[in-house]
């Protein structure tokens, strides 16, 4: 049963476009989201993360946006720059979880230039 | 920001043998660690959560007699796979959770690992 799903494993964008990643999880019990871009052969790194108690979260050119009532998050990338391209992860946490983050199977992103 | 290291970053053995896969946390002292497994194209699976001075804790499915882990101090954990076997290879990642902030995992750089 995936608790964290990204139903889009693919995703191409012009350069300087914007890029919408989504990702939706089913466990009401969450209540902490990340997001981590991942290039082949690498761990993940550390981009965005947002507590359930808020709606929207900005850093740079990164914004994730929270919809608990759709169980629904989103990043957006904007402007998308070339090297963008990566692995996405959406994860997900609770506070009661020691920290175990769910994973999303990833959404690979290709800004085109 | 805070640095995860691995080693090695790629091994290649051959089946039967053991393999030890450090991870260390360079600048921060982490009580959990956490061991995930990526295959080609699938997302990351954790196999276990790591505790200083304390049994790991094993996700369903993972044999613990085949992953063994250590956490021996707050900044080193190590995975030993034994016996291993071809479809043991895998990309093994590390993560470690800042006791200073905790909300984020970082993560290490990743093992490739090859049994043939």
């Known amino acids: 049963d995936q608790q964290v799903k990204q139903n889009s494993p693919s995703l191409s964008v012009q350069e300087g476009r914007i890029s919408i990643l989504n990702c939706d999880y089913t466990?009401?019990?969450?209540?902490?989201f990340l997001w981590y871009k991942k290039y082949p052969a690498e761990g993940p790194t550390f981009l965005i993360s947002?507590?359930?108690?808020?709606d929207k979260n900005e850093d740079g050119r990164f914004t994730v946006f929270l919809n608990k009532s759709a169980k629904h998050l989103s990043l957006h990338i904007v402007p998308s720059q070339p090297g963008d391209s990566a692995v996405y992860f959406c994860a997900a946490d609770w506070s009661g979880s020691a920290r175990q983050l769910t994973f999303g199977s990833g959404t690979q992103l290709t800004v085109l230039p | 920001g805070a640095v995860v290291s691995q080693h090695p970053s790629r091994v290649i053995c051959k089946s039967g043998t053991s393999v030890k896969i450090e991870c260390r946390s360079l600048?921060?002292?982490?009580?959990?660690m956490f061991w995930y497994r990526q295959f080609p194209k699938q997302s990351l699976m954790l196999m276990a959560t790591?505790?200083?001075?304390?049994?790991?804790?094993?996700e369903q499915g993972v044999e613990k007699d085949k992953f063994l882990i250590n956490h021996a101090s707050l900044t080193l954990s190590t995975l030993t796979v034994t016996s291993a076997h071809p479809e043991d290879s895998s990309f093994y990642i590390c993560?470690?959770?800042?006791?200073?902030?905790?909300?984020?995992?970082?993560f290490g750089p990743g093992t490739r690992l090859t049994v043939t």
């Open positions: 600048d921060f002292q982490a009580t959990t």
């Open positions: 993560s470690a959770r800042d006791l200073g902030t905790a909300d984020a995992q970082y």
């Open positions: 466990n009401s019990m969450f209540d902490y």
């Open positions: 947002i507590s359930s108690i808020k």
């Open positions: 790591s505790n200083e001075g304390s049994k790991a804790t094993y």
